[in-house]
């Protein structure tokens, strides 16, 4: 990484070695652990430089970490590694803001260009000759394609088309809407039982139950298995962050996961196939037995995705959300005393603080943005949380604004579910999820306090959330 005297010396900072491309000058420093530390600096992390913990070291993520860079270097590098390391994660905003002020495309991990503005983002996830089937080796060198079952998600056309096409009906904005009262009713279930409860882990809570069970129920998957299903999706998403990031403990879960998902859906499917139900495993199961438009493995890695995105996002969705709104107060209220906000409030949180927070892709041939020539092979990493916070794209993009996508002003649309030919196929069940538990939250509990600020949040990079939100609610 070149920026100047930069070097990859960040107190705390677990980044390995190769994150960054060899020969680029970077190099790491191993910290160990200062139990004497002022306190109000915060913990100091010991890792060594391939991400793993070493023994006697306690690794947190989500608390501030006492930064002192070296001399010399310069606030654009700092920024670029900031961004990345976990004990940031809780807050790389302004690590952000850093990195869109330096000019388009500074150097990042990788060997890729990043790409931190909203104006260079929108033109690159809206041009084809960009494209994201390169992110498996990118991202995951070296990687089994069967332990990365992403299907469409890694492929361009017509692949995409053809396989997107198969799954769209069952995501269509008629469709979903016709599970609201499901939605509903899953909600103040679990409103009422976290109510009850009195203090709860609001991931745990609610969170998590609310996605899996929509996404288990539309794809078909009995009651029995959801358990199984989030702890193989929790392998594959911490999966999807690079492979140097990763300890070798977590590539070999994202492998163990992949396969077991392989296992249990090509079995469920057999089933289906003799008693056929109208869900969406079904349906797949129908398409790839007439032989022509569907294989066994496209269908099965289909179905992986699927369930993960399906639920993975809201999680941290909700997460990020329900935070947001406890730390800006005067906009819970507005919420609470204008219930059709809900709505439009889900694409401000969504914009706000995004769950996904970065994709790649790769020039297919030369292509000139921004003053800079990109050529055949160049590959860029798009940051969207740095995006929806962009002073050239919203007004105060720092500050929630619960009416911010309510129509009194033309405003960008968020980066969140991405743009283009690649946009969430599952944005309008999300949408519908976080908007049921919004009303609920804001209509059903008297009082929500937050128990720990900033929350602990997990290591995952590209889809970015909490690994608990605990919370105290009234009824």
Known sequence: MEFGKVSMRTRGNPVPRNFWRPGRGARAVIFREEPNVDPSAGPTITRDVTGATPTGGKPVVGVPVAREPAAGDSAVGQAVLDAFAPE??????????????????????????????????????????????EEPELLHPGSDILDLPASFLWME??????????????????????????????????????????????????????????ICELLGVPTEDHPAVRRMSAGIARGLDPDVLLTPEEVAARTDAAREFIEFFGALIARRRAQPQDDLISALAAVEAAGDRLTAHEMLATLVVLVVAGHETTVNLVGNGVLALLRNPDQFALLRGTPDLAAPAVD???????????????????????????????????????????????DEPDRLDLTRYTGRNSVNRHMSFGIGLHYCIGAPLVRLEMEVALRALAGRAATIELLADPPVYRPNLVVRGMTELPVRLTG
């Open 157 to 214: 056309p017509p692949d995409h088309t053809r396989l997107r096409g198969l799954v769209s009906k069952a995501f269509t904005l008629r469709t979903i809407e016709r599970l609201r009262p499901r939605v509903e009713q899953v909600v103040d279930e679990l409103i009422d039982q976290a109510v009850a409860a009195g203090e709860v882990d609001l991931i745990e809570a609610l969170a998590y139950p609310l996605p899996l069970t929509m």
């Open 88 to 133: 940031w994660r809780h807050d790389p905003y302004p690590s952000y803001e850093i990195l869109r002020a330096a000019g388009p495309f500074p150097p990042g991990p990788l060997g890729l260009r990043l790409v931190p503005r909203y104006a260079d983002c929108n033109a690159v996830l809206q041009n084809p000759v960009w494209s994201h089937a």
């Open 348 to 394: 401000e949180l969504l914009r706000y603080d995004a769950p996904s927070q970065l994709t790649t892709r790769v020039a297919t041939r030369e292509i000139e943005l921004s003053g800079h020539t990109f050529a055949p092979g160049d590959s860029v990493m798009v940051m969207f949380g740095s995006a929806n916070r962009d002073t050239d794209a919203f």
